[in-house]
């Protein structure tokens, strides 16, 4: 019997093992694409390091490039249509990536994509990403929806 509870404690042991390594790497690729993207549309619309670092401390920006960068990257990543609507499947789709405890906040969640989603917006695709960013953002505050902390 004994032997038993062994085999079955080495079992679920790897099978932890293997669920945390097979995680890391998601998460390296996330960030290398993030990385990647973020280089190119740093390239594509002449905006600095401290654009992205803005952006990617979620705080809004202040020049045209930071504002067109967030588009970019947006798109990159079908947050944003070509048409510069917000895509409901694909924003929700990172919130869940992005938010502590999202899988106990999928309604709210929703909730705050559709509203943004629905907000008006400028036909400049720059300034409508910033608008979205801060809808989103001040609606999950609002919610109590915190982000993960980006290492």
């Not at 609507?85 to 969640?109: F, P, Q, R």
């Amino acid at each position: 019997m004994s032997r038993l509870v062994c085999l079955s404690l080495m079992l679920m042991l790897v099978v932890c093992l293997v669920a945390v390594a097979e995680s890391k790497p998601q998460e390296a690729n996330r960030e290398e694409q993030m990385a990647e993207a973020a280089n190119e549309c740093k390239a594509e619309t002449g905006a600095t390091d401290e654009d992205v670092e803005l952006m990617m401390k979620h705080e809004p920006s202040g020049n045209q490039e930071g504002k067109c960068l967030r588009a970019c990257m947006m798109k990159k990543f079908k947050i944003m249509e070509e048409d510069g609507k917000l895509n409901i499947e694909h924003t929700l789709g990172m919130l869940k990536v992005m938010s502590e405890h999202a899988e106990d906040k999928e309604d709210v969640l929703t909730e705050v994509v559709e509203t943004c989603a629905a907000s008006d917006v400028t036909e400049d695709h720059c300034e409508s990403a910033q608008a979205y960013q801060t809808c989103i953002f001040e609606h999950m505050q609002k919610h109590g929806i915190p982000l993960i902390e980006e290492h």
